[in-house]
């Protein structure tokens, strides 16, 4: 093979080559751009609470229970907890939800229940873009 043959044959390889990095450089930015997506925590809020199968894997397990009693602050972890629910009809009586927005990937959902002493707050964090529950703080009387 001449020498501008073999010139030739590695000037097409090469641009070949060039033209599938592109194409693979461009197909990974598009797929980290799509991975990279953030959460928005209203919407995740809304799925947590009303699909238990949803709910069981945005629970981080163990989960940290804080509850406090006439001796003083009571630390638990605690592997699988049941359904939480934000209802009134689940809480017997007028449930209060308000959300606290700590810091962009963090944020307290308190809930009360009117005239019963009720008062929990959930801890949420985000993980790699999704929301998950932390931590359970019973302020409760």
């Known amino acids: 093979m001449g020498l501008n043959k073999k010139f030739l044959f590695f000037s097409i390889l090469f641009a070949c080559n060039m033209e599938h990095n592109i194409e ?3 197909n990974l930015q598009k797929n980290n751009f799509n991975n990279t997506k953030v959460e928005n925590f209203k919407e995740f809020l809304k799925n947590f609470s009303q699909d238990s199968a949803f709910q069981k894997k945005r629970v981080i397990s163990p989960i ?3 509850t406090f009693d006439e001796s003083g602050l009571v630390d638990k972890k605690i592997v699988k907890i049941n359904y939480i629910s934000f209802n009134s009809k689940t809480w017997g009586g007028e449930v209060i939800t308000r959300i606290d927005y700590v810091s962009k990937d963090s944020a307290n959902v308190i809930l009360e229940v009117i005239d ?4 929990i ?3 949420f964090i985000q993980i790699n873009n999704e929301w998950y529950l932390k931590e359970i703080r019973d302020y409760s009387d």
């Open 24 to 26: 693979h450089n461009n």
């Open 64 to 66: 940290r229970i804080l």
């Open 116 to 119: 019963t002493g009720i008062h």
């Open 121 to 123: 707050e959930y801890i």
